[in-house]
């Protein structure tokens, strides 16, 4: 039943209830006042009737004393409340008043007339040769008081019906905003949280349009962050899951769907320890312990199982799951990174670093041992060729004059000897620059260079060097040295070039300075195929030297236009201690 109904409903029963209490009233006052009337009446028309039977009992005679009376009734008609009735000595009736012309022909209700007519007795005078009744007649009493009654009662319906299309009307006409209200609640309901009140009439409808924005605004923040949270939950890249107070998995996400193999459907409400290798229960129950007294974990490494048994290396964190309104633990989030790709990264690190240091240990063995060939080439074959080379001009002087064809042969011997000893010379200095050892980079450098310039004259070779290269420690130096080295015998070699440019400098922040070495040519560059073909031993070493010092080696080359090497050498904690040798080798 609508509300307009519903306050019609109420206004017709207390109306009902009103007029009942009203009726009960007017019906009591009514009788009061009809017996009140009656009594006055009575009382009056006795007075009347018992002055005239006074007087009339004077005459002597009965006959006389009746027709006396019989005239004063005559005369005296319809008193208006009262039937009067004279009666003779038989009891035959000799008179009776007429009725009353009032209204006549029309009376109350018998129902009204019950309760509202007076009880009075009827009243018999005795007189002369007979008796008179008086007998109270109410009716025209009633008849009035009916009348009245029913005035009034359609007074109030007419009230009623007024107040009732008054208020039918009104309150339909303040309830409608009701229906803009319904209406935007029954489409929130539908899921548009988009949906606002329009400014609404009176205050009370104002004060819910304003209610009902402001948690539609909320609803529709709480569920953009919702699906953005959901969002974020569905498309993280760790596996996110939820354990209930049991233990029992209450939620799952697609990345854990992934990591494990188990679907959403398949593992939700199974307990979590079936994720975990057996050997590793004991820390479940740990991780459990610091959850629900509210710890977190931010990152463990360890071991999880895969639907098919296979052990998985994983870090997770985890936080315990708060009732916001109880604050209360209901359960614990986890969140689970697959790190077998990030171990064996790390391993590969180390191995590669182990590599590094292999490198660097076979390069610095190989350049004691090209230092002891140095010297062995040195001391024994250089004194042996030496030794040749004097007796050769001491034979060669003691035969000159006397035996021609010795003199000849011996000199032949000292010009041979001469020739090895430049070509041992320039194999010990290949072997080991032992320039560096006194002279330091950059003189070796230019040395070196030099004898490139005279050995190939139709090549330009330029050396630009940058930087305090003194104190660079002996395995960047040697390091630096064989690549500048490589790099101009290719040059020589293969690049059919006019022009070598080598640069070595030194630069960036104390601290993290380096060593760039560059080398260019113009000459051929590399072929396509060349570029695209595995290198060599030479370029190999260049880039291995490099790294094992944590450096970089790059090639550039553009067909035709030549080849350019760049080396970074990072000094760091290189520079200045050449006792890193030592240690490597
Ligand atoms: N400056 C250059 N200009 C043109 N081609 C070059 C140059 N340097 C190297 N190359 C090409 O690259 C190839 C690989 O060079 P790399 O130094 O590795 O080997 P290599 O010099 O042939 O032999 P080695 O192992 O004795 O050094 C060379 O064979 C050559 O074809
Ligand atoms: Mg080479």
Same mark, same amino acid.
């Given at each position: ?26 019906? =009591? ?53 009262? #039937? ?62 009916? =009348? /009245? ?23 339909? %006409? ?42 539609? =605004? ?18 993280? *890249? ?7 107070? =049991? ?16 679907? !959403? ?51 997770? !964190? ?55 060939? !140095? ?6 074959? *250089? ?66 260079? /030099? ?19 003194? /104190? ?24 059919? !070039? ?14 993290? #300075? %380096? ?71």
């Amino acid at each position: 039943m609508s509300l307009r109904v519903r306050i019609n409903l109420l206004l017709t029963v207390l109306t009902a209830l009103f007029t009942v209490a009203m009726l009960k009233i007017v019906v =009591d006052d009514t009788r009061r006042s009809i017996r009140e009337e009656m009594e006055g009446a009575n009382r009056v028309t006795l007075q009347l009737l018992s002055t005239v039977i006074r007087d009339a009992q004077l005459v002597s005679t009965s006959d006389a004393s009746e027709s006396v009376l019989l005239n004063f009734l005559r005369e005296l008609g319809r008193v208006r409340a009262h #039937e009067i009735k004279l009666f003779d000595v038989e009891d035959d009736l000799v008179y009776v008043s007429p009725p009353s012309v009032y209204k006549a022909g029309r009376f109350a209700p018998e129902w009204f007339a019950r309760l509202v007519k007076p009880d009075l007795p009827v009243i018999n005078l005795p007189v002369h040769g007979g008796n008179i009744t008086v007998r109270v007649d109410s009716s025209r009493s009633v008849l009035d008081a009916w =009348d /009245d009654l029913k005035n009034l009662l359609a007074l109030i319906l007419a009230f009623l019906v007024a107040v009732n299309v008054l208020v039918f009307f009104l309150v339909g %006409r303040s309830l409608r905003p009701v229906q803009t209200v319904l209406t935007g609640l029954r489409r929130m309901e539908r899921g548009e949280l988009h949906v606002r009140l329009p400014e609404l009439p009176t205050p009370e409808f104002a004060a819910i349009s304003h209610t009902f924005n402001g948690m539609a =605004d909320a609803l529709e923040q709480s569920q953009a962050e919702n699906s953005r949270l959901a969002m974020i939950v569905r498309q993280s *890249g760790d596996a996110i899951m939820i354990l209930d107070l =049991d233990g029992r998995i209450s939620f799952w996400n697609p990345a854990a769907e992934r990591l494990f193999g188990f679907s !959403a459907e398949e593992i939700v409400g199974h307990p979590g320890r079936l994720l975990v290798p057996h050997s590793l229960v004991g820390e479940l129950a740990e991780h459990s312990a610091i959850l629900r007294a509210r710890g977190t974990i931010d990152h463990v490494e360890t071991r999880r199982r895969t639907k098919d048994g296979r052990p998985v290396d994983v870090a997770l !964190a985890a936080a315990p799951l708060v009732d916001p309104v109880t604050k209360s633990v209901i359960g614990e989030i986890y969140t689970v990174r697959d790190i077998t790709e990030l171990k064996r990264a790390r391993e590969a690190e180390i191995e590669l670093a182990q590599n590094r240091q292999l490198t660097q240990l076979i390069q610095s063995s190989l350049e004691e041992e090209r230092r002891t060939i !140095a010297r062995e080439l040195h001391d024994e074959l *250089g004194q042996c060729i030496t030794a040749i080379r004097t007796v050769g001009t001491v034979v060669a002087q003691k035969t000159e004059s006397t035996r021609p064809d010795i003199h000849q042969s011996a000199k032949m011997i000292v010009d041979v000897a001469a020739r090895m000893y430049d070509s041992v010379h320039g194999i010990i200095r290949q072997l080991r620059p032992s320039a560096l050892d006194h002279l330091g980079l950059q003189d070796t450098l230019e040395d070196a260079v /030099d004898q490139w310039r005279r050995l190939h004259p139709e090549i330009e070779f330029v050396l630009d060097v940058s930087g305090d290269l003194h /104190d660079l420690g002996e395995t960047v130096n040697i390091t630096a040295y064989r690549i500048v080295q490589e790099c101009l015998t290719n040059v020589v070699k293969h690049a059919r !070039a006019r022009r070598a440019h080598v640069s070595v400098s030194r630069d960036g922040p104390a601290g993290s #300075e %380096r060593l760039k070495v560059v080398v260019r040519d113009d000459g051929r560059g590399l072929t396509e195929p060349e570029a695209a073909r595995a290198t060599r031993f030479g370029q190999l070493g260049m880039r291995e030297r490099a790294e094992a010092l944590g450096g970089t080696f790059e090639l550039h080359s553009v067909e035709g236009q030549g080849l350019t090497v760049t080396v970074l050498l990072p000094l760091g904690a290189r520079a200045g201690h050449p006792g890193e040798a030592r240690v490597a080798s």
